[in-house]
């Protein structure tokens, strides 16, 4: 019912940027938290930032100062702007969002986007 689109990921030089995109669409649902998550090679996925609907956020340590989350209501979109990039943080991207529909609470997830930085 809910479909989570990704975008902006690529290949970046360290100290670059992107601005990774994930694009919600569907009928009759709200968006509450918007998060995106990181899957490096051989690891787990976890958290990177989080985004309330209220606007606050959360970010992890080794990300802070780095990557600001941002939304767009309107166009039910979340943003990862992603500033200072280093190699380590080549991984596959994933957006996750809590929607609503007709009461009830869901988590759907984009379909990744990859990230690679070159030193």
């Known amino acids: 019912q809910v479909q989570l689109v990704e975008s902006g990921g690529g290949l970046v030089q360290a100290g670059g940027s992107l601005r990774l995109s994930c694009a919600a669409s569907g009928r009759d649902f709200s968006i509450n938290t918007m998060e995106w998550y990181v899957q490096a090679p051989r690891k787990q996925r976890e958290v990177v930032a989080t985004i309330t609907s209220g606007g606050d956020t959360n970010y992890a340590d080794s990300v802070k100062g780095r990557f600001t989350i941002s939304r767009d209501n309107t166009k039910n979109t979340v943003y990862l702007q992603m500033n200072s990039l280093k190699p380590e943080d080549t991984a596959v991207y994933y957006c996750?969002?809590?929607?609503?529909?007709?009461?009830?609470?869901?988590?759907?997830w984009g379909q990744g986007t990859q990230v690679t930085v070159s030193s």
């Open positions: 996750r969002m809590v929607v609503t529909i007709r009461g009830y609470q869901y988590q759907y």
